[in-house]
C-alpha cells in the first residue's frame, strides 16, 4: 500500500505562486504516473498534470499549460509549482498514483489518493 501526503496549499494573491509537494510512503513512485487533480465543490475533480516516473515525461490540462509545472526529485516526492495563479486555480489539490507508464486523465484509473491541500488564490 501507498500513502500520499500533500502539503504547501495557503491563501495567496492573485499573480502570486505556490509550490504543492506530495510525499509517499509505504512504497516508493518507481514505476507509478502521479499526477495532480483538482475540486472545487460541487463539481468533478479534474486533472492538472502528470508525471511518468520511469522517463519524466509530463502532460498537462491546457488551463495550466505555461503556468504549473510538475516535477520530482528522489523516488518519494513530487512537486507542483504554480506560477501566476489565478482566482480560477482556487481548489482542493489532490496527489494521486497508479502504477504504469500511461498518464491518464481519469481519476478512476488513480488507485492511491492523498487528503488533499486547499489552495485558495484572491483578486
Known amino acids: 500500500q501507498m500513502q500520499l501526503v500533500e502539503s504547501g496549499g495557503g491563501l495567496v494573491k492573485a499573480g502570486e505562486s505556490l509550490r504543492l509537494s506530495c510525499v509517499a510512503s509505504?512504497?516508493?513512485?518507481?514505476?507509478?504516473?502521479v499526477s495532480w487533480f483538482r475540486q472545487i465543490p460541487g463539481k468533478e475533480r479534474e486533472f492538472v498534470s502528470g508525471?511518468?516516473?520511469?522517463?519524466?515525461?509530463t502532460d498537462y490540462a491546457d488551463s495550466v499549460k505555461g503556468g504549473f509545472t510538475i516535477s520530482r526529485d528522489d523516488d518519494k516526492n513530487v512537486f507542483l509549482q504554480m506560477n501566476n495563479l489565478k482566482p480560477e486555480d482556487t481548489a482542493i489539490y489532490y496527489c494521486?498514483?497508479?502504477?504504469?507508464?500511461?498518464?491518464?486523465?481519469?481519476?478512476?484509473?488513480?488507485?492511491?489518493w492523498g487528503q488533499g491541500t486547499q489552495v485558495t488564490v484572491s483578486s
Open positions: 508525471i511518468r516516473w520511469s522517463v519524466m515525461s
Open positions: 494521486a498514483a497508479r502504477v504504469g507508464n500511461v498518464i491518464t486523465w481519469n481519476r478512476s484509473s488513480y488507485d492511491y
Open positions: 509505504g512504497r516508493t513512485f518507481r514505476g507509478n504516473v
